[in-house]
């Protein structure tokens, strides 16, 4: 039996890179001012988780092909170091473009709002207790909680493995 005939590489879509485009248009949600300001923050919220799963689960799977000696080309005739290397150049714009959203326009407008987060240095004592007695008893007990997974919030992984907190936010009343 004859082996299929493939149509030409230029008709596939690459499933890694479809899904970065995927969080583009997450990002675009975000972006959006005629959407509510803590809508546009979840937005955010889940670009970035979705990039961290991105990461752990495709980008993994592709380094494993290159450890293991695969790298045959997909149907897009791309080799895993070819797409690897195009995953990152396409990553560093994003998470560059998120962490200018949240730091240009999502923290000026719910600042705005009289929302803030607060960094870990303007904490209170009771701040800093609250928080702590909240998190143990809370989120800490949570069945199956092992890591807070953020590529936007949280560089200092050690500190996250630790489940502590990381992250306060005041709210005004009006």
């Not at 990039?51 to 695969?70: H, M, N, P, T, W």
């Not at 004592?125 to 092992?146: I, N, P, S, T």
């Amino acid at each position: 039996m004859d082996a299929p005939v493939l149509p030409p590489a230029d008709k596939y879509i690459n499933r890694e890179l479809s899904l970065l485009e995927f969080n583009w248009r997450v990002l675009d949600q975000a972006r959006d001012p005629t959407v509510p300001i803590l809508e546009r923050l979840r937005f955010l919220c889940i670009s970035c988780t979705n990039l961290d799963e991105f990461f752990e689960i495709r980008v993994a799977s592709l380094k494993q092909r290159l450890e293991i000696g695969a790298p045959a080309p997909g149907p897009d005739k791309m080799t895993p170091q070819q797409l690897l290397d195009e995953i990152r150049h396409r990553a560093v714009i994003l998470v560059r473009e998120q962490y200018k959203l949240l730091n240009e326009t999502i923290l000026p407008t719910l600042a705005s709002e009289q929302i803030y987060f607060l960094q870990r240095a303007d904490w209170s004592d009771e701040q800093r207790k609250w928080l702590a007695d909240y998190f143990a008893e809370q989120v800490g007990k949570r069945k199956g909680l092992q890591t807070y997974k953020s590529t936007c919030w949280s560089r200092d992984r050690e500190r996250v493995a630790r489940r502590t907190p990381d992250t306060l936010l005041r709210f005004r009343r009006i």
